[in-house]
């Protein structure tokens, strides 16, 4: 059986998808037909995206390497999170979007026509969340966490998968993990809503995570690299319409993303914020780009960002275990593809 809240997430997302594969046949035609006749080797030389506040993507990476050339890419605005940046894909707002994992699963689950194609993101030694406590809190263990608040950016993605898997293999049952509430807020008041003990827990990552810990007074009682070691944890995504229709574009996007994150990945940390740096200050979105000095590894476990079975198996099977999903409903290797990855062998 179900619960209310998993029945409202099945109910949202099959209704999304009858507005989403609406839109997705009358969108973007237009623009891929038109683009071709001029494009030689490639269906189209423009990829539309969103991006994210001071930060530098691997796809920015390459078009600044000069890994995409000749496509282009056109920043239409940024993401707001992982599952808003996949559905405007399935929509045909931008033609490539990346988000955890298990939200992608989740919404090829509910009938959303994608693929992922190559690694985004992902959690190592390095680069990871953690959940963290004050460190006076009475919350010393996960069953601690009965009747507390949890904050975290975005709910249905990455954390709140990390914290259900925690939670369970600590013990709790079903009925305990629900009295854990979770609470969505923005990353950059997290911290001042657990000091101000607005929340029991918050969830922080990167330079949020650096800045809270050195002001002190905090611990994490688990990370998401204590849970699951190195992996990658995000895909870029694209829909299986624009792949049957722009192959050698799509082709051309996975080999230089791949490059793009094996230059991060190879080159002295100093010299990519360097190159970060620069790419920010040029393109002219009044950000700030201090905070790219926390940048510390890309975290993505597969070389060029090729994806295992396994990245997407464990999400399959959480969600089969969450009642969310029937089991045999989807097979992990059918989820992605590494055709276009160069590094794939």
Known sequence: MYSARQKYNLSFFSIFILIITAAAVLSGCGKQTSNAASSGKYETLELRYQGAVNSVTYPELAQDLGYLDPIKLKWIGNTTSGPQDIQSTVTGDVDFGSAFNGAIVKLMAAGAPIKSVIGS??????????????????????????GKKVGMNTLGAHHEFMLKEYLRRNGLTEKEINQVTLVAIPPVNTEQSLRQKQIDVAVLGGILRDKALERGGIHALFSDYDLFGKFTAGSYVMTDKFLKENPNTAKKFVEGTAKAIEW????PREEVIARYEKIINERGRN????????????GIAGKGGVISNKEFSVWENWLVEDGELKKGQLKANELYTNKFNPFHK
């Not at 991060?264 to 080159?267: E, G, N, Q, V, W």
């Not at 700030?288 to 940048?295: A, G, P």
Request: proline share 2%.
């Open 121 to 146: 993101y992902g959690v190592d030694k390095e680069t990871w969340s953690g959940f963290f406590v004050l460190d006076n809190s009475p919350i010393k263990s996960a069953r601690d966490l009965i």
């Open 264 to 267: 991060a990945r190879t080159t």
């Open 287 to 298: 950000e700030d780009d201090s905070t790219i000095k926390y940048w510390k590894s890309t």
